[in-house]
């Protein structure tokens, strides 16, 4: 490529040489080292930093990052039942549009004047997971899931005084190991075993460890594995009868078919946001709400900004500002719950646009419609020859899973097959629950079609023939 | 401060005046109600699809046999809108929200905004990069992991580290990240019931005391010497086998950069402790100096900040923590290794921390921050470093000329990237806060950030003009600033009741702290202030 010494780099208008010797002369500098003048000489760079040549040209840019990507296979160049927390749901173009605003993309952390929008987008974010959670306190997002999930657990100990938390087995060992990580000094974490049968919460397991030391149940609904937790109601009621409150981490795309956990005596519920029209973004692309009754001691548990309506001094205008402000790490910093700091803001945006483009009718339809293609693809994979479906007497959400061992061959093996022929299978879970045999956890969206499963299950039958 | 020279002036005044200066300013004001006031019953905004005849027939409808508890009776109660209705509340919202694009973004200091070059946003768009999924076999996705792996090399040769990874969220979960690996190697020392402790500076961000004190250390915190800089003695005084780290920025929000760094260091290495940079306000010194050279085990970076990608209303931002080869066994899990087959995800990594957030980190601003990178290469991102102190001391100049301003510490010093001011003075002369000149602010259009809590300096205010804006940029921000001194001193009341051209008016924020009025959400709402 040619040395390219053209001085003016269209990001920094002031490289321009005439403008930085006049801005020099301005402060009366002799060069930019006497800016550097404080920096010792002993921890100075005394080389260029080794990086690779640069790409000054725009179209040039694009041509390079473009034939990086181009080595990559998206779900939309193949017939994707990946899941597992990430997944492929349709991404409403309004969403994209909103999302995409320079407005919202390159804003910051202004304050609710002259970024009146942000708030009241992020009001309308709260008030919209409210209704679908039935909830009248959710905070402005976290980064993802998984920290909403250790911010809740780490919530319900400060609430309760208490140290012991107990989870079911079948959280993802990825989920796992960021709640225990980030709890421990002062949680301990304790799994409790999932029905072999029926893929939900062992009821019995879970009384037997209940006791005066549990700050919480933490379940899932659906698990992790794609059953419903239709006992939920019963979990609570043990929870609470032991002292402990019980956290839900539910998938929010669910919600316009299954009552939320507040409905059945949950206390504080957390998930992820991805699925509220985002992309998949190689996992990237992730939001985490925490949401809870309109308690006090509970309200001054959160970390997270919460975004509370205000009037201002015209009549009806609508302002915004931070609740209970004292109570973060902005304020008091380590006095504060935990922390807070840039997060996952935009993403918020774009799930109350996506809500309020899906409304309720909408919410309703997804949950029907990816809860019989789930059923469907259920039915129609157990019935291959070499595939176990296991738990499938147990309502499943959109994801399931499929166990090959009967056919003696590997989850791998069988996912390469299928790979061939234009199909991501799912996740394999044969590392993270070894019990469960030659398994693979399945995600049917409402973007596969009968066709697409049917498709599957022909190839599951050809290559497991 | 005069206009500049170029703006035209007509003597008769036809066919256009000449502009005012600074320039006159409205923002949009929709007086747009809350989303659900828009709800038009049976409206639909968006159809997702319904079970094909042949899956019913099947399998019937699931949703409609669950346990009465378990499903939904009713539907939530989300508005009901026609698409455009939708697009057209949001965007009408996004035109009361000002972006780095809109206006000149200085005032936001310490948070690094620059522009996100367009081009980055598009490539990140494409199906290659948003629809792919994180357990895609590897071989099916070498291109991202080809830029991710690129870009660690990069920062691993801009911070003088070994090892790096993308997974934290943002910057403040990778201070968390730097913690946990840190507590990991003192637990891997058999060391961590001894050393409870961490040091930090309070112009160090928030979240490293806040973080630090999460993963149960006792936090102490440090105060600026009487010449700003973090006070050696101090350190030394605290300093004990109960230390586990130092969390340290350099320079701190003062722009002052502290030039015994490598005594904190070794004083600290001495003692047994670890020490990690907070670079969040790396961006005047990229190509200058580095963290490891001064001795630093572990550092990160706020990808969104110095490598550009968009700030998206307070995230979704990007971090990176960058680490010596002695702490990398303790890096979070995956890390992205080269193979024989090509690159690969190592999630065998005994030692390793775990999870920090779901899969391998932001990836849409990762690549956006390797397109930047790549953009501008090692000459290019000295550039941005010396262009970035060039516009900070320029606009000190400027700014210090305007009456009750001041820069404490470091007197006639230079700075880096930004400066932490005091209106003191001007406080002291006209009793106008820091904080009523931000809701002026508004009214140019322009943003504004005192200082994060405490106010150490009084009455602070913290700019940071990055390598992004022109000269004539810094001078209109200096004239808004100097046109509000100007006021406070001879018409206070437009600024006490300020702002005047925002999209609204003063709030009145007495319920934000009050547990029966506040509301969160618009159900609380009408259950608090609309009920009967």
Same mark, same amino acid.
């Given at each position: 490529?040619?040395?390219?010494?053209?001085?003016?780099?269209?990001?920094?208008?002031?490289?321009?040489?005439?403008?930085?010797?006049?801005?020099?002369?301005?402060?009366?500098?002799?060069?930019?080292?006497?800016?550097?003048?404080?920096?010792?000489?002993?921890?100075?760079?005394?080389?260029?930093?080794?990086?690779?040549?640069?790409?000054?040209?725009?179209?040039?840019?694009?041509?390079?990052?473009?034939?990086?990507?181009?080595?990559?296979?998206?779900?939309?160049?193949?017939?994707?039942?990946?899941?597992?927390?990430?997944?492929?749901?349709?991404?409403?173009?309004?969403?994209?549009?909103?999302?995409?605003?320079?407005?919202?993309?390159?804003?910051?952390?202004?304050?609710?004047?002259?970024?009146?929008?942000?708030?009241?987008?992020?009001?309308?974010?709260?008030?919209?997971?409210?209704?679908?959670?039935?909830?009248?306190?959710?905070?402005?997002?976290?980064?993802?899931?998984?920290?909403?999930?250790?911010?809740?657990?780490?919530?319900?100990?400060?609430?309760?005084?208490?140290?012991?938390?107990?989870?079911?087995?079948?959280?993802?060992?990825?989920?796992?190991?960021?709640?225990?990580?980030?709890?421990?000094?002062?949680?301990?974490?304790?799994?409790?075993?999932?029905?072999?049968?029926?893929?939900?919460?062992?009821?019995?397991?879970?009384?037997?460890?209940?006791?005066?030391?549990?700050?919480?149940?933490?379940?899932?609904?659906?698990?992790?594995?794609?059953?419903?937790?239709?006992?939920?109601?019963?979990?609570?009621?043990?929870?609470?009868?032991?002292?402990?409150?019980?956290?839900?981490?539910?998938?929010?795309?669910?919600?316009?078919?299954?009552?939320?956990?507040?409905?059945?005596?949950?206390?504080?519920?957390?998930?992820?946001?991805?699925?509220?029209?985002?992309?998949?973004?190689?996992?990237?692309?992730?939001?985490?709400?925490?949401?809870?009754?309109?308690?006090?001691?509970?309200?001054?548990?959160?970390?997270?900004?919460?975004?509370?309506?205000?009037?201002?001094?015209?009549?009806?205008?609508?302002?915004?500002?931070?609740?209970?402000?004292?109570?973060?790490?902005?304020?008091?910093?380590?006095?504060?719950?935990?922390?807070?700091?840039?997060?996952?803001?935009?993403?918020?945006?774009?799930?109350?646009?996506?809500?309020?483009?899906?409304?309720?009718?909408?919410?309703?339809?997804?949950?029907?419609?990816?809860?019989?293609?789930?059923?469907?693809?259920?039915?129609?994979?157990?019935?291959?020859?070499?595939?176990?479906?296991?738990?499938?007497?147990?309502?499943?959400?959109?994801?399931?899973?499929?166990?090959?061992?009967?056919?003696?061959?590997?989850?791998?093996?069988?996912?390469?097959?299928?790979?061939?022929?234009?199909?991501?299978?799912?996740?394999?879970?044969?590392?993270?629950?070894?019990?469960?045999?030659?398994?693979?956890?399945?995600?049917?969206?409402?973007?596969?079609?009968?066709?697409?499963?049917?498709?599957?299950?022909?190839?599951?039958?050809?290559?497991?023939? | 401060?005069?206009?500049?020279?170029?703006?035209?002036?007509?003597?008769?005044?036809?066919?256009?005046?000449?502009?005012?200066?600074?320039?006159?300013?409205?923002?949009?004001?929709?007086? #747009?109600? @809350?989303?659900? &006031? +828009?709800?038009?019953?049976?409206?639909? $905004?968006?159809?997702?699809?319904?079970?094909? !005849?042949? %899956?019913?027939?099947?399998?019937?409808?699931?949703?409609?046999?669950?346990?009465?508890?378990?499903?939904?009776?009713?539907?939530?109660?989300?508005?009901?809108?026609?698409?455009?209705?939708?697009?057209?509340?949001?965007?009408?919202?996004?035109? #009361?929200? @000002?972006?780095? &694009? +809109?206006?000149?973004?200085?005032?936001? $200091?310490?948070?690094?905004?620059?522009?996100? !070059?367009? %081009?980055?946003?598009?490539?990140?768009?494409?199906?290659?990069?948003?629809?792919?999924?994180?357990?895609?076999?590897?071989?099916?996705?070498?291109?991202?992991?080809?830029?991710?792996?690129?870009?660690?090399?990069?920062?691993?040769?801009?911070?003088?580290?070994?090892?790096?990874? +993308?997974?934290?969220?943002?910057?403040?979960?990778?201070?968390?990240?730097?913690?946990?690996?840190?507590?990991?190697?003192?637990?891997?020392?058999?060391?961590?019931?001894?050393?409870?402790?961490?040091?930090?500076?309070?112009?160090?961000?928030?979240?490293?005391?806040?973080?630090?004190?999460?993963?149960?250390?006792?936090?102490?915190?440090?105060?600026?010497?009487?010449?700003?800089?973090?006070?050696?003695?101090?350190?030394?005084?605290?300093?004990?086998?109960?230390?586990?780290?130092?969390?340290?920025?350099?320079?701190?929000?003062?722009?002052?950069?502290?030039?015994?760094?490598?005594?904190?260091?070794?004083?600290?290495?001495?003692?047994?402790?670890?020490?990690?940079?907070?670079?969040?306000?790396?961006?005047?010194?990229?190509?200058?100096?580095?963290?490891?050279?001064?001795?630093?085990?572990?550092?990160?970076?706020?990808?969104?900040?110095?490598?550009?990608?968009?700030?998206?209303?307070?995230?979704?931002?990007?971090?990176?923590?960058?680490?010596?080869?002695?702490?990398?066994?303790?890096?979070?899990?995956?890390?992205?290794?080269?193979?024989?087959?090509?690159?690969?995800?190592?999630?065998?990594?005994?030692?390793?921390?775990?999870?920090?957030?779901?899969?391998?980190?932001?990836?849409?601003?990762?690549?956006?921050?390797?397109?930047?990178?790549?953009?501008?290469?090692?000459?290019?991102?000295?550039?941005?470093?010396?262009?970035?102190?060039?516009?900070?001391?320029?606009?000190?100049?400027?700014?210090?000329?305007?009456?009750?301003?001041?820069?404490?510490?470091?007197?006639?010093?230079?700075?880096?990237?930004?400066?932490?001011?005091?209106?003191?003075?001007?406080?002291?002369?006209?009793?106008?806060?820091?904080?009523?000149?931000?809701?002026?602010?508004?009214?140019?259009?322009?943003?504004?950030?005192?200082?994060?809590?405490?106010?150490?300096?009084?009455?602070?205010?913290?700019?940071?003009?990055?390598?992004?804006?022109?000269?004539?940029?810094?001078?209109?921000?200096?004239?808004?600033?100097?046109?509000?001194?100007?006021?406070?001193?001879?018409?206070?009341?437009?600024?006490?009741?300020?702002?005047?051209?925002?999209?609204?008016?003063?709030?009145?924020?007495?319920?934000?702290?009050?547990?029966?009025?506040?509301?969160?959400?618009?159900?609380?709402?009408?259950?608090?202030?609309?009920?009967?």
């Amino acid at each position: 490529m040619r040395d390219d010494q053209r001085s003016a780099h269209p990001y920094i208008p002031n490289s321009i040489p005439d403008v930085r010797a006049a801005m020099l002369g301005a402060v009366g500098a002799a060069s930019i080292e006497d800016f550097y003048a404080g920096v010792p000489d002993e921890i100075r760079l005394q080389r260029p930093l080794d990086l690779p040549t640069p790409i000054r040209a725009e179209s040039d840019l694009v041509r390079h990052v473009q034939a990086l990507l181009a080595q990559n296979t998206s779900t939309r160049d193949a017939i994707s039942f990946l899941g597992g927390g990430c997944y492929q749901h349709h991404v409403p173009a309004v969403c994209d549009e909103i999302n995409s605003r320079s407005e919202f993309l390159t804003a910051y952390a202004g304050e609710p004047y002259e970024d009146h929008g942000r708030f009241q987008a992020l009001f309308e974010y709260e008030s919209m997971m409210g209704e679908l959670l039935l909830r009248d306190v959710v905070n402005v997002p976290v980064y993802d899931g998984f920290q909403a999930a250790g911010t809740a657990v780490r919530m319900a100990s400060r609430i309760t005084g208490r140290r012991r938390a107990l989870m079911s087995a079948s959280v993802s060992a990825d989920k796992r190991s960021k709640i225990g990580d980030y709890v421990r000094p002062d949680v301990d974490i304790e799994l409790v075993p999932f029905d072999l049968e029926t893929g939900r919460l062992d009821l019995a397991a879970l009384q037997a460890r209940l006791g005066p030391d549990v700050a919480c149940v933490f379940v899932e609904n659906p698990g992790y594995l794609g059953p419903i937790e239709i006992d939920g109601p019963e979990i609570v009621r043990l929870a609470h009868a032991a002292g402990a409150l019980a956290v839900v981490s539910v998938d929010p795309s669910m919600l316009g078919v299954l009552a939320p956990p507040s409905s059945w005596g949950a206390d504080i519920d957390c998930g992820d946001i991805q699925p509220l029209g985002l992309h998949q973004h190689f996992g990237g692309a992730n939001g985490g709400f925490i949401a809870s009754d309109d308690d006090p001691t509970v309200v001054m548990e959160y970390p997270s900004r919460l975004f509370g309506i205000v009037p201002t001094v015209v009549p009806g205008e609508i302002g915004f500002g931070d609740v209970a402000y004292e109570r973060t790490s902005f304020a008091v910093r380590e006095e504060g719950k935990e922390w807070v700091g840039t997060a996952a803001s935009l993403w918020g945006i774009t799930a109350a646009v996506y809500l309020a483009l899906m409304g309720p009718e909408g919410m309703r339809d997804l949950g029907t419609t990816m809860m019989a293609r789930a059923r469907y693809a259920m039915t129609r994979l157990g019935s291959v020859p070499g595939i176990r479906v296991p738990f499938a007497a147990t309502p499943h959400a959109k994801e399931f899973v499929l166990d090959v061992s009967p056919s003696g061959r590997s989850a791998s093996s069988v996912s390469a097959a299928l790979r061939e022929r234009g199909i991501f299978l799912g996740i394999d879970l044969t590392q993270e629950q070894p019990g469960l045999g030659e398994a693979v956890l399945v995600a049917v969206t409402e973007v596969v079609t009968q066709d697409d499963i049917d498709r599957l299950a022909d190839a599951c039958a050809e290559v497991l023939q | 401060m005069s206009a500049p020279e170029k703006t035209s002036t007509a003597a008769d005044g036809f066919p256009i005046e000449a502009k005012p200066w600074p320039r006159r300013f409205h923002q949009a004001s929709w007086d #747009e109600p @809350i989303i659900f &006031d +828009l709800s038009v019953p049976g409206a639909r $905004g968006v159809l997702p699809p319904l079970p094909e !005849p042949g %899956v019913t027939a099947l399998v019937g409808d699931p949703a409609a046999e669950l346990p009465e508890a378990i499903g939904r009776a009713t539907p939530p109660a989300l508005p009901e809108m026609s698409q455009m209705h939708v697009v057209r509340h949001f965007e009408r919202l996004s035109q #009361e929200n @000002i972006g780095v &694009d +809109l206006n000149i973004d200085i005032g936001q $200091g310490t948070c690094t905004m620059k522009y996100s !070059p367009k %081009v980055n946003d598009q490539l990140v768009s494409a199906p290659s990069v948003a629809d792919t999924h994180p357990l895609q076999d590897p071989s099916t996705v070498q291109g991202t992991l080809e830029i991710m792996w690129r870009l660690e090399r990069m920062l691993a040769e801009i911070s003088g580290m070994d090892r790096v990874s +993308l997974q934290p969220g943002a910057g403040s979960s990778a201070i968390w990240t730097n913690v946990a690996m840190i507590r990991a190697w003192h637990e891997s020392r058999g060391e961590s019931d001894r050393r409870d402790e961490v040091i930090t500076t309070i112009f160090s961000h928030p979240s490293n005391a806040a973080a630090a004190k999460v993963a149960g250390y006792r936090v102490i915190t440090l105060y600026p010497d009487a010449d700003g800089y973090p006070d050696l003695e101090a350190l030394k005084s605290v300093v004990s086998e109960r230390t586990a780290a130092l969390l340290i920025t350099n320079p701190e929000d003062t722009g002052i950069f502290n030039p015994r760094i490598t005594e904190f260091v070794r004083v600290v290495h001495e003692a047994g402790g670890l020490c990690c940079y907070d670079q969040a306000n790396a961006n005047g010194i990229l190509g200058i100096t580095r963290a490891r050279d001064a001795g630093f085990d572990l550092c990160h970076f706020n990808i969104h900040k110095t490598f550009s990608t968009p700030h998206g209303c307070g995230g979704p931002g990007s971090g990176a923590v960058c680490v010596s080869a002695e702490l990398a066994p303790f890096l979070p899990r995956p890390t992205i290794e080269r193979g024989e087959d090509g690159l690969y995800l190592d999630n065998e990594r005994p030692l390793s921390i775990g999870k920090v957030r779901p899969w391998y980190g932001v990836t849409p601003n990762l690549v956006r921050a390797y397109a930047w990178v790549m953009s501008l290469g090692a000459e290019g991102l000295r550039q941005v470093a010396e262009t970035a102190v060039l516009n900070n001391n320029y606009l000190m100049k400027k700014v210090l000329e305007i009456r009750g301003v001041s820069a404490p510490y470091a007197s006639g010093q230079r700075r880096i990237e930004q400066v932490r001011y005091s209106w003191e003075d001007l406080t002291r002369d006209t009793g106008i806060h820091s904080e009523q000149i931000g809701f002026r602010a508004a009214d140019f259009g322009t943003h504004y950030w005192t200082s994060h809590h405490p106010f150490v300096v009084p009455e602070p205010m913290t700019l940071e003009p990055t390598e992004s804006y022109s000269r004539e940029d810094l001078d209109e921000y200096t004239a808004i600033l100097a046109e509000i001194a100007r006021e406070a001193y001879e018409d206070a009341e437009t600024i006490t009741t300020a702002p005047h051209s925002s999209t609204i008016h003063q709030i009145n924020h007495t319920a934000l702290d009050d547990p029966d009025r506040w509301a969160v959400t618009w159900r609380a709402y009408k259950r608090k202030h609309l009920a009967g």
